[in-house]
């Protein structure tokens, strides 16, 4: 494993102005790791902004050709980082090997599914209107679009995702792929962590020719209002929560030239038990639906914080399932010592609203999270209590129980925006309550049937993301190949000579891609 120096990297270089050391912890010990970090000075953030905007023309005017090659190589650096590497993160965030080589793979195939995008070229998005001199009453002149990267992206790490909602996850994926450099704000919790992949990336950029300021990466606490309010950025991807992701979202609105937030920040996930899935399999679905609350210490952003039933004899019996099953899971470690107090006061918070019974978990005491389940009256959804629609970080859920169909299409109405929405239904219950999947449709990102939220693949057709407050802007997602589009934006060219346009708008169409053309949609050159 490479050495940790702790710099900064700016510009294809590593940069230590400051005299702030910073320190990063063993999750599990809380002693602190033999490596420091150099927290960035405002001219060092001034600097990786500025490197980022000198690399964006000549990085956008690469052939995607070249950018897929540059994520491939990314993605097979990340594939080289030895065990070493997998117990540098383990240490950092408590996360089991398996967790980390898991999450690495993930990483890889993030930039290799970015890569497949950009050689089928359909992020262009290309479409053509050609001239119609001959129109009557006025002719109709030759207009040309397809969209171009919105130049350097301010990417923030995620706590719980070291990989692949970090350095090299998902934000830089897609931010790389639109032709976008990026400076990265590390996460306090994994800075090793960030430093090696980091280093993987430059590694990358220089095997593949990339131009140097394509990926900077920062370490610090305040920076990231410098960072967000910098003119040269254009765009900020952030995972992490809804207090952070506000802040952000303000900041970048006052700039004198406001930029887009595409910020990930807080969902409850509620998951919907029907009645006859209840009667058929209940004391099954408790055993599921406690194992997804607990996976990775409930630290995932799909963990599911609100269970929905249906006042039943077969409600009750599954009631009492998931309090025995929930009452035997073991305590775990969290990713550090402050989400581990955030849990602990999320926790606490329940335990003292009146309304709020507490059913299953042991007193939350020590290094270690207990899982906890309570049930809330179904009133405090009606009247807005903002507990019972915050998320509680960790591995704990609420039971919800409401009288009747009227009820529970009302408690889901109260809802606010949510990244998923689970029905655990047979076929009969979704006849019933035909009505339930129209009203999720506008409360959450992605809707699951007979499954559960945490696991989220990386493809063309996920959508991680959500109305507000699951995310900033609910037209996008943070995972899958629609990412890209966040960081493009349209280009329109009218009357522009063949010579002077794109590669995927010229006549000939010389990278073959598909285009809209005239309203007909196109793979072969014209």
């Not at 309304?355 to 309570?374: D, I, K, N, S």
């Not at 704990?396 to 990244?419: C, N």
């Not at 559960?452 to 407050?469: I, L, R, S």
């Amino acid at each position: 494993m490479p050495e940790i120096i702790g710099h900064n990297y700016i510009g294809g270089a590593r940069s230590a102005a400051g005299t702030v050391a910073l320190r990063s912890f063993d999750a599990v010990s809380g002693e602190a790791l033999p490596w420091s970090f150099t927290q960035a000075t405002m001219g060092e953030v001034d600097a990786a902004a500025l490197a980022a905007a000198d690399a964006y023309p000549i990085f956008r005017a690469l052939a995607a050709s070249r950018r897929a090659e540059f994520l491939e190589a990314i993605a097979t650096q990340l594939e080289a980082l030895d065990d070493g590497f997998v117990t540098l993160v383990t240490r950092e965030t408590a996360l089991p090997n398996t967790r980390i080589q898991g999450e690495r793979a993930r990483t890889a195939n993030q930039m290799r599914l970015f890569a497949q995008v950009l050689r089928r070229g359909d992020f262009y998005g290309a479409r053509i209107d050609r001239a119609l001199p001959e129109r009557q009453p006025l002719p109709r002149v030759d207009l040309r679009q397809y969209r171009i990267g919105v130049g350097p992206v301010a990417v923030f790490g995620a706590s719980n995702f070291p990989l692949a909602f970090s350095t090299a996850g998902g934000d830089t994926a897609a931010a790389l792929a639109a032709s976008c450099p990026v400076v990265f704000k590390a996460h306090s919790g994994h800075m090793a962590t960030a430093e090696q992949v980091a280093d993987a990336i430059i590694r990358a950029a220089e095997q593949t020719g990339m131009p140097k300021g394509v990926f900077n990466m920062i370490y610090g606490a305040g920076v990231g209002e410098a960072l967000v309010k910098h003119p040269a950025i254009q765009a900020v991807g952030f995972t992490g929560s809804l207090k952070g992701g506000r802040a952000l979202c303000d900041m970048a609105a006052a700039r004198p030239q406001p930029i887009p937030v595409f910020a990930e920040m807080s969902s409850i996930n509620p998951v919907v038990v029907l009645p006859e899935a209840l009667q058929l399999r209940g004391e099954k679905i408790a055993g599921e639906l406690t194992a997804s609350v607990v996976l990775g210490c409930g630290q995932f952003c799909t963990n599911p914080g609100l269970v929905i039933g249906i006042r039943s004899p077969a409600f009750n019996a599954f009631t009492e399932s998931l309090s025995a099953l929930m009452a035997d899971q073991p305590a775990q470690t969290m990713l550090n010592r402050g989400t581990l107090a955030s849990y602990a006061k999320g926790v606490q918070a329940l335990r003292a609203q009146p309304g709020v019974e507490h059913l299953a978990g042991r007193e939350q005491q020590g290094t270690q999270a207990q899982p906890q389940l309570f049930k809330a009256d179904v009133s405090l959804l009606f009247e807005g209590n903002p507990l019972l629609q915050e998320e509680v970080f960790g591995p704990a859920t609420v039971l919800v129980e409401v009288a009747d169909e009227a009820e529970l299409y009302r408690a889901l109405h109260s809802l606010h925006g949510q990244l998923t929405a689970t029905l655990i239904a047979e076929a009969g219950d979704l006849q019933q309550h035909a009505g339930l999947l129209p009203l999720l449709e506008q409360k959450v990102g992605r809707v699951l049937f007979n499954g559960y939220p945490t696991g989220v693949e990386v493809c063309d057709a996920m959508v991680h993301g959500g109305p507000y407050p699951a995310t900033s802007d609910a037209r996008g997602t943070s995972v899958g190949s629609l990412a890209i589009e966040r960081f493009l934006r349209p280009v329109c060219y009218q009357n522009c000579p063949d010579a002077l346009l794109p590669d995927p708008l010229k006549n000939a169409n010389p990278l073959g891609i598909s285009r809209l053309v005239d309203g007909v949609s196109q793979r072969d050159p014209l």
